[in-house]
């Protein structure tokens, strides 16, 4: 048994949305310090959709208060879980809501910021994104390995199980690579590049972020030990700490304590 099949997972619930991005958020921000005062910088992998966007809100306002201002911003590296290929300024990327609600607001280094590449930024297919951002992390790891240290990566959950643009019994569910590029997704825009299971259990911390009824029986089949290819959530575990972070309404199928 490998040590992410005998870790068990942290479950944090909280009573509704808004208390969990806030959570979320303290959390966050205090990891990201703890990793700075350990290795000197920090990393993390965004997420996007509600709940994603939502603590990133709380995070800048956490940082512009002097008593929070324990994360010195500009030694965090910046990586992303998935990303829809298209347009740069495209309301569906993923990096433009994160830049929106963080990243201009905290004084990152803009060479430790490592969006996914667009569908206009040179590369024709999803396939060559994929590729070069698998480079790019390849290369961030400085040791021949494929993955950099990744000290919190963040994801959100979709009502079938899917995390990242992994989908339940699509290629990417069965691809070994660190970066896969994902085509005919269920939901649109069909065409991404998403970090596989290679890269997601490679982070030293997984954190589940899952909000709202709709979702509760894809968490409840998650934590039970589902298949992960047909609900990949299932999958998704750190080296370190698996934490799924829920409201009430998401953990509500969970078996009472």
């Known amino acids: 048994m490998s040590q992410q099949e005998s870790r068990t997972p942290d479950v944090v619930v909280q009573p509704d949305a808004d208390q969990l991005a806030r959570a979320v958020a303290s959390a966050l921000v205090a990891r990201l310090a703890a990793a700075q005062a350990v290795h000197g910088t920090a990393s993390v992998v965004l997420t996007g959709g509600g709940i994603g966007t939502a603590v990133l809100e709380r995070v800048a306002a956490l940082a512009a208060e002097p008593e929070h201002a324990v ?6 590296d910046v990586w992303w879980g998935d990303e829809r290929f298209v347009p740069v300024d495209h309301p569906d990327r993923n990096e433009l809501g994160a830049r929106e609600s963080l990243l201009s ?49 963040l994801l959100g959950m ?11 019994e699509s290629p990417a569910a069965t691809d070994h690579r660190p970066v896969v590029a994902v085509r005919d997704c269920p ?17 030293e911390e997984v954190w589940l972020l899952v909000s709202g009824e709709g979702k509760a029986e894809a968490v409840a089949r998650a934590l039970s030990g589902a298949d992960p290819v047909q609900l990949p959530a299932a999958g998704a575990q750190g080296k370190q700490a ?5 409201d009430t309404a998401a953990a509500g199928q969970l078996p009472r304590a």
Not at 71 to 76: K, L, S, Y
Not at 158 to 168: L, N, R
Not at 192 to 202: E, Y
């Open 105 to 153: 607001k905290v004084a990152l280094d803009p060479e430790r910021v490592h969006p996914i590449p667009s569908s206009d930024a040179g590369f024709d297919e999803p396939e060559e994104a994929a590729a070069w951002y698998a480079e790019q992390l390849a290369a961030a790891a400085g040791d021949g390995g494929p993955m950099p240290r990744i000290d919190v990566l």
């Open 187 to 203: 939901k649109p825009p069909p065409t991404r590049v998403s970090l596989g299971f290679a890269a997601i259990t490679a982070a």
């Open 71 to 76: 994360v010195d911003w500009g030694r965090v």
């Open 242 to 246: 698996t934490r799924w972070l829920l």
């Open 158 to 168: 979709g009502q079938e199980g899917h995390v990242a643009s992994i989908f339940p």
